[in-house]
T-cell receptor, first 112, second 113 residues
Framework: DQQVKQNSPSLSVQEGRISILNCDYTNSMFDYFLWYKKYPAEGPTFLIS?????DKNEDGRFTVFLNKSAKHLSLHIVPSQPGDSAVYFC???????????FGTGTSLTVIP | SQTIHQWPATLVQPVGSPLSLECTVE??????LYWYRQAAGRGLQLLFYSVGIGQISSEVPQNLSASRPQDRQFILSSKKLLLSDSGFYLCAWSADRVPQPQHFGDGTRLSIL
């Protein structure tokens, strides 16, 4: 059973605009969330994380928002750049931090 | 800085043949180590993780096994590969304090014929 879901397989955005990638989870015990970026034939690269004690974390052009009551998190990229075109995975873990559950990914295309 | 090496990058194997994929981490001690598989159109599925030498936890029953003979070495093996073992295999490490992000190698594309 998929405990972390990314319901949008793909997203296209114009360069300079905002990209919003969404992720939902079902396990209320998850308390640590991450976003990864993946290019073809490479491993995922860690982007940004957030713990459940916060509802927002920002790092440059990337901001992650967490809505615990809705079991929803999102990644905002502003402004979007062509180099941001990649597959983005969200992931979640519980208190042990050893087992991460990944979504199926959203392929972002930033159009120049 | 820490680096993770995973090889080979691609591998084509016949059904029933054995498998050995190796992963090593540099620049850190006592890392947590992980093996994931990404099947076509699917997310990353955790196969095994290890918090120390000789300590392996299996998440999914299958014909694969993992071993950690040294602190920074993690090996994924199979005695007889199945067609369903095809996929993209990723090794990852994280610091032993949790929670911490996992950092991935570049993966091995395994095709079973």
């Amino acid at each position: 059973d998929q405990q972390v879901k990314q319901n949008s397989p793909s997203l296209s955005v114009q360069e300079g605009r905002i990209s919003i990638l969404n992720c939902d989870y079902t396990n209320s015990m998850f308390d640590y969330f991450l976003w990864y970026k993946k290019y073809p034939a490479e491993g995922p690269t860690f982007l940004i994380s957030i713990s459940s004690i916060k509802d927002k974390n920002e790092d440059g052009r990337f901001t992650v928002f967490l809505n615990k009551s809705a079991k929803h998190l999102s990644l905002h990229i502003v402004p979007s750049q062509p180099g941001d075109s990649a597959v983005y995975f969200c992931a979640a873990s519980g208190v042990t931090g050893n087992q991460f559950y990944f979504g199926t990914g959203t392929s972002l295309t930033v159009i120049p | 800085s820490q680096t993770i090496h995973q090889w080979p990058a691609t591998l084509v194997q016949p059904v029933g043949s054995p498998l050995s994929l190796e992963c090593t981490v540099e620049g850190t001690s006592n890392p947590n180590l992980y093996w994931y598989r990404q099947a076509a159109g699917r997310g990353l599925q955790l196969l095994f993780y290890s918090v120390g030498i000789g300590q392996i936890s299996s998440e999914v029953p299958q014909n694969l096994s993992a071993s950690r003979p040294q602190d920074r070495q993690f090996i994924l093996s199979s005695k007889k590969l199945l067609l369903s073992d095809s996929g993209f295999y990723l090794c990852a490490w994280s610091a032993d304090r949790v929670p911490q992000p996992q950092h991935f190698g570049d993966g091995t594309r395994l095709s079973i014929l």
